[in-house]
């Protein structure tokens, strides 16, 4: 029974998720149209005679009502097909099945330093409040969060490209074609993408510690005589997994995001290539393309987190 | 023993000059209104008050060991294994993300090494010796699918699972239903008898000490200021304060009858009155009663703190 409604739950946020996406399709797409310019006009090249920009606007349906221009797109959408670029005639599919390898390798490993390096740090922080670690991965954490990504991903690469030569400076290899090159090519983009990451992991882990370990029980587990270390790690680590777990999911949605900068500084032709240049062009199915992709993905993920979060804390669903 | 509190503006002294001793099999009730210092008696056994600011000075011996100046490794020893404590809400007591099983066996797993399937069957013995029906099915539970009687007989379960030869109730009952109440009373008696283990009770009941206990100690702002068998202190109380918590117990056969109270509050900490720190709500006080009052012996076991104990004849439950 427990697994039935699990799948009904489940099924009826996939079902929520639909607006989201025509919502977030239909704001972006609307934010292209208010832009001067349009992919006619970049088609037609240079020098071309209105007529002949007026012609590609017909041929597209350019100049169709924009609420019929995106419901054709919502339409096709709807059964699988995102179109073709305007300007290449590459499938949007195509394209983002070629370009979300890069971008996903990047945040899985930016993620996954982000926990291996904060949660360590925010638990040894919150074993001794206000001692030497805790002010010292504070201050970390600080500095983590306050510098730009872009900035550390300039330093990096200076450093660790230019000078000493251990990374590539730019460029991708995909996953597919050599793991081990690919891995290469994205740990400096990661490190770039990672640091805030780490930054409020550990500050989410030592804060969320703090407050367990405060608590009622916790005097219980040291009436019975268990080590303080064990009451940190098993008992307390546990019981914030919830909370670790949330900001994983955020995070993961937010370097997402920033990758669209960090990608740049590497030239590595992930998702955050993708739209920058279809949206300087306004090249809008891919735009659109992306966007409906990146909605989708961020719906997925809190999806899943929540059925961690479901599996790790008794107290919530079943 | 004496417990101060760095704070600010200096040290605070939270009790002063708590003795007492515990004999094997002995339940000892401790009581008085809220903020005696009775339930940092009880943690301060254990030394689970915070120890930056939790001061305690004397000694706490415990078989030959002093708890207050013992290390940690000693201490941890004896925490859970020999003296085993509980608490008044269980609810926020058990780690909620834990099913109360582990919670137990891990108990166990800390005192010597034993392997996860003895764990087991120590901790499904033990969740069956505190009363619970169908032991292997709750050991699988998590504190929230249990009522609040289940989980208090979970939290006795995990504080006996060491067979400890003391037991620390702090308000075990006072958050529970009356009748729940009853049934985890009679169970504390049953497995002290059971296995001559040492009952603490740090309770504001005297209900509940009358019914459960065999020595009652009255604590008033931070002192004990009588120590008696129960029997003894219920009919007979030589101190004013224990006679005056006795007179306001409310009683079924007097209804309508106005309930006699103790006038006036307890001092603060840091302005404690010289002398007998009851004196400005005693209605016996006297000249003299500004001096320094010592725990004086008053013959068969019986010890108070007032200097008039002789002269007064005190009220105590009505028969």
Known sequence: MAQGSAIIVIGRRLLQAAPVIVLATFIVFGLLKLLPGDVAVTLAGDNATDERIEEIRRIYGLDRPFLVQYGAWLWKAAHGDLSQSILSGEQVLTSIARCFPHTLLIVAMALTLALIVGIPLGAAAAARPNGLVDRAAMMLASIGIAVPNFWLAMILVSLFALRWNIFPATGATAFSVSPADAINHAILPALALAAGGMAEVARQTRGSLLDVMSSQFVRTLRAKGLKTSTILWRHGLKNVAVNLLTVTGLLFNRLLAATVVVEAVFAIPGMGGLIVHAAIQRDFTVVQGVVFAMVVVVILVNLLTDVLCATVDPRIGR | ?319
């Open chain 2, 1 to 319: 023993m004496s417990i101060s509190f760095a704070m600010a503006g200096g040290r605070q002294e939270a009790t002063r000059d708590v003795t007492f001793s515990v004999s094997p099999g002995e339940r000892i009730g401790v009581v008085g209104e809220s903020g005696c210092g009775k339930t940092i008696t009880g943690l301060s056994l254990l030394r689970l008050l915070p120890e930056d600011v939790a001061h305690i000075s004397g000694r706490l011996d415990f078989m030959g060991v002093d708890l207050a100046t013992c290390g940690q490794e000693e201490l941890r020893g004896i925490r859970g294994r020999r003296i085993g404590m509980i608490f008044q809400e269980p609810m926020s007591a058990l780690d909620p993300v834990f099913t109360v099983g582990e919670q137990i066996a891990e108990g166990l797993r800390a005192h010597g090494n034993m392997s996860r399937a003895e764990a087991r069957d120590r901790a499904l013995e033990a969740l069956r010796s505190v009363g619970i029906a169908a032991p292997e099915k709750r050991y699988h539970a998590y504190p929230h699918q249990l009522s609040g009687g289940m989980r208090q007989r979970v939290m006795i379960a995990g504080a006996m699972v060491c067979n400890p030869q003391l037991l620390i109730a702090d308000e075990p009952t006072t958050a529970l239903d009356v009748t729940v109440q009853a049934q985890i009373l009679e169970l504390l008696r049953d497995l002290s008898d059971r296995g001559n283990m040492a009952l603490l009770f740090i309770t504001h009941d005297l209900g509940v000490v009358a019914e459960t206990c065999t020595r009652m100690l009255t604590m008033y702002a931070g002192e004990i200021v009588e120590d008696a068998d129960v029997d003894a202190a219920l009919e007979h109380p030589l101190h004013p304060y224990t006679s005056g918590l006795l007179r306001a117990l409310p009683r079924l056969s007097a209804r309508r009858s106005a309930l006699p109270s103790i006038p006036g509050r307890v001092p603060v900490l840091g302005q404690m009155p010289a002398g007998c720190r009851f004196r400005q709500r005693c209605p016996f006080a006297v000249d003299g009663c500004e001096r320094p009052q010592a725990l004086l012996d008053a013959g068969n076991g019986r010890r108070v703190r007032c200097w008039r104990f002789g002269d007064l004849a005190l009220p105590g439950v009505a028969a």
